[in-house]
């Protein structure tokens, strides 16, 4: 999570010594949001690890509202760095049972880690992709691009290098990917699990949900 930091700083002084602070002060802006909200899914992720109070939480939830609300707290970061953002819904969905505060930090810690890694891609376009699908297991909430290397493997390998090493998911970001890692404990946490997902030929990262057993009775 330092990374965010990092850039906040350059920025910073980027103004000072140029004297044309409107857009380092609008990146400043952008990244120190990033870094906020990468500490508050963190905290998040412990907290309702230590109290498991995510079972009391569970509620009905929109897909739909999710990855828009999402899409838009990540407008911002992936203005400053080119890439486009898209929603993709594939079809009318129920409601789904989930930890939506949960969910939705998980989704936006996600999308940092991948608007981060896409300008190193070779990818013709910068793209983000944000979707829901169906699979046989439920309804699958994402984010996808062309990603090529990124794979189950990848991320099982950077899972057992994270905290150990400084770049646990080369395949994915010459960074950290604090995202990716934040996302994960999060989903964990709320009794979900961070899954490599493919989505019209595109690679991502999301997680699988339950359709609200409830509500499809009635």
Do not use: W
């Amino acid at each position: 999570m330092k990374l965010p930091l990092l850039q906040i700083l350059r920025q910073a002084e980027l103004g000072a010594l140029t004297g044309q602070t409107a857009e380092p002060l609008a990146n400043v802006q952008a990244n120190a949001d990033v870094a906020l909200k990468l500490i508050d899914g963190y905290l998040l992720s412990m907290r309702l690890a230590a109290t498991e109070s995510y079972e009391a939480a569970q509620e009905s939830v929109s897909v739909a509202s999710v990855l828009y609300d999402a899409a838009h707290e990540l407008h911002p970061i992936a203005q400053l760095y080119g890439v486009e953002l898209e929603l993709s819904l594939g079809g009318k969905f129920g409601p789904v049972t989930a930890h939506r505060e949960g969910l939705q930090s998980a989704l936006v810690s996600l999308g940092y880690a991948l608007i981060e890694a896409l300008p190193a891609t070779e990818a013709p376009q910068l793209r983000l992709q944000l979707a829901a699908h169906r699979c046989r297991y439920g309804i699958v909430a994402g984010l996808y691009a062309d990603v090529d290397r990124l794979t189950a493997e990848a991320l099982r390998q950077g899972r057992k290098l994270h905290g150990s090493a400084r770049q646990p998911l080369p395949a994915l970001s010459h960074c950290g990917g604090a995202g990716v890692f934040v996302a994960d404990a999060i989903l964990s946490a709320i009794g979900a699990r961070l899954k490599v997902s493919h989505h019209h030929r595109r690679s991502g990262l999301g997680a699988v949900l339950q359709p609200n057993s409830q509500l499809q009775l009635v």
